[in-house]
């Protein structure tokens, strides 16, 4: 049955497992369009998403941990490793929504997109897809070094697209 993780819940994985990175502060909520895409399509699917709170539209999916990590970021991490093996890793990538000049935006993004990147180089079997509505800063200079990088994987633009793209990748299809 599908379900969703959020931060910083422990939770024991029996399905493939969508990680949805990408920028949560100043950026629209594309994390709840992402689940309700990804738990309509798919029954036997987990999601983990780092956007924190429960909302309505998706809190009968919400699964309940038996313990937590001492930082979302430690959470992160975990679930990003088994996503990658055991699933998928969603990147989106949308422009920015409201601006905060304390904070860059999509920094963190920024750092994983890279790291994936670089591991793809050096580790074919990754699972990760990487979408965006073509307004994130600097995203044809990421497309550019995808290219270079990791030329099997492109830039999906819209995110049912690149929901789709996850699934696939995560159910083996």
């Not at 313990?67 to 979302?72: I, L």
């Not at 999509?106 to 050096?122: D, F, K």
Request: charged content about 25%.
């Amino acid at each position: 049955m599908s379900g969703v993780i959020i931060p910083k819940s422990r939770v024991l994985i029996k399905y493939p497992l969508i990680f949805l990175a990408g920028p949560i502060r100043g950026a629209p909520n594309w994390q709840d369009e992402a689940i309700i895409r990804l738990i309509s399509m798919e029954k036997d699917i987990i999601v983990a998403s780092p956007r924190r709170g429960i909302r309505k539209n998706f809190s009968d999916y919400v699964i309940n941990g038996s313990g937590d990590f001492p930082r979302q970021r430690a959470w992160e991490r975990h679930y990003l490793d088994i996503a990658s093996q055991n699933g998928a890793i969603l990147f989106w990538l949308p422009g920015e929504s409201e601006h905060n000049c304390s904070k860059s935006y999509g920094a963190m993004t920024r750092i994983e997109l890279g790291q994936w990147m670089t591991r793809s180089r050096y580790e074919s079997n990754l699972r990760w897809c990487i979408g965006s509505d073509g307004k994130f800063s600097e995203i044809d200079t990421i497309s550019y070094d995808l290219g270079l990088d990791v030329p099997s994987k492109k830039i999906f633009g819209s995110l049912e697209e690149t929901c789709d793209e996850a699934l696939r990748l995560a159910l083996k299809r």
